[in-house]
Antibody, heavy 119, light 106 residues
Framework: EVQLVESGGGLVQPGGSLRLSCAAS????????MDWVRHVPGKGLEWVGR??????????EYAASVKGRFTVSRDHSKNSLYLQMNSLKTEDTAVYYC??????????WGQGTLVTVSS | DIQMTQSPSSLSASVGDRVTITCRAS??????LAWYQQKPGKAPKRLIY???TLQSGVPSRFSGSGSGTEFTLTISSLQPEDFATYFC?????????FGGGTKVEI
């Protein structure tokens, strides 16, 4: 059974940093593209960033709104995906989901972790 | 960026109704489109991929159609568990973009 468990959310001040983690199990982690998607309360879904699979060199892509501030990475020894978020803004407040892509868009989603950026 | 315009943003329907939701892409995306259902406090669930392929385990009352710029999600006979918000997603080019969502209410 595929499981994706996010952690690391919380309250942070504008300009601060936070690192989200996603523990993955039930599939071969290196075989899959993995995404971060966020849901702003009362609004829609926004794709944040991607880590491609091993075959495609684990390269990354980002939404323009987070490029240069957020970094997606993996730790294969822990089967984990990360989202390092720096220079956080109030508009980054959202529930952040980790997804497993089959093949190039989300199939499985974690339960989400809430990030609140506020002073 | 490819803009996904989804309509309507909300609709009221009854059990047994046929419901149609539309997504229009600002440029052609072949059939690189998926539909998701989301209930309050829950993660989205993929219903349809490649515009018209039903995800395994999803009831056959859900169907998708379209290609290029116009796409439709149809629920042939609305059931109580179908009251939720529905989103389309294009994955033809970066950034991936979602439609604004359709809330299906009683």
């Amino acid at each position: 059974e595929v499981q994706l468990v996010e952690s690391g959310g919380g309250l942070v001040q504008p300009g601060g940093s936070l690192r989200l983690s996603c523990a993955a199990s039930g599939f071969t982690f290196s075989d899959h593209y993995m995404d971060w998607v966020r849901h702003v309360p009362g609004k829609g879904l926004e794709w944040v960033g991607r880590s491609r699979n091993k075959a495609d060199g684990y390269t990354t892509e980002y939404a323009a709104s987070v490029k240069g501030r957020f970094t997606v990475s993996r730790d294969h020894s822990k089967n984990s995906l990360y989202l390092q978020m720096n220079s956080l803004k109030t508009e980054d407040t959202a529930v952040y989901y980790c997804t497993r892509d089959v093949p190039y868009h989300p199939l499985d989603w974690g339960q989400g972790t809430l990030v609140t950026v506020s002073s | 960026d490819i803009q996904m315009t989804q309509s309507p943003s909300s609709l009221s329907a009854s059990v047994g109704d046929r419901v149609t939701i539309t997504c229009r892409a600002s440029q052609g995306i072949r059939n690189d489109l998926a539909w998701y259902q989301q209930k309050p406090g829950k993660a989205p669930k993929r219903l349809i991929y490649a515009a018209s392929t039903l995800q395994s385990g999803v009831p056959s009352r859900f169907s998708g159609s379209g290609s290029g710029t116009e796409f439709t999600l149809t629920i042939s006979s609305l059931q109580p568990e179908d009251f939720a918000t529905y989103f389309c997603l294009q994955h033809n080019s970066y950034p991936l973009t979602f439609g604004g969502g359709t809330k299906v209410e009683i």
